[in-house]
């Protein structure tokens, strides 16, 4: 039976948004991922498989707790699904080595999953990490040149 787009935005929607990131339901990461799955994000050499994606969350739900995604628009053809997001959240435990700042973040990013057979098989992330350390205050923001 083939899954049509309409379905595969659903999936997205309520699995990986909805109970893997706002619900930090890893265990959703088993039924809503393939096996094979991969996540290219920004910053690692490397894919990072089904676990490792797993380990992201993990850090993110210690890291900022209260995270939450806003799907701000979402698109779909073919087995692709494209989504543009916003995510906001507080600070509250260590991050990538960076204790703790207590500060509200807000950053936008963008994902585009690939289905196979209403599973996610690949993830692609673009993501402005720089402004993110930027609001943790751990990178200096940049100023506009004097005119």
Excluded at 9 to 22: A, F, M, Q, S, T
Excluded at 78 to 87: C, E, K, L, N, P
Excluded at 104 to 129: C, F, P, Q, Y
Aim: glycine fraction near 8%; charge should be negative.
């Amino acid at each position: 039976m083939a899954i049509s787009t309409e379905q595969d935005k659903d999936i997205v929607l309520r699995g990986w948004y909805e109970e893997l990131w706002n619900k930090w339901n890893v265990g959703a990461a088993d039924d809503l991922l393939t096996s094979q799955y991969v996540l290219h994000a920004p910053g690692n050499p490397t894919p990072i498989d089904r676990d490792g994606a797993k380990q992201v969350v993990r850090m993110f739900s210690t890291a900022f707790p209260d995270l939450q995604h806003t799907v701000d628009e979402m698109f779909a053809e073919g087995s692709a699904v494209a989504i543009r997001w916003t995510v906001r959240g507080t600070h509250r435990g260590e991050f990538e080595g960076i204790a703790p700042t207590g500060r509200r973040v807000s950053v936008s990013g963008m994902t585009v999953h690939h289905m196979v057979e209403g599973k996610i098989g690949e993830t692609w992330l673009a993501v402005d990490n720089l402004d993110l350390l930027q609001q943790l205050g751990v990178v200096p923001a940049s100023t506009p040149e004097a005119q």
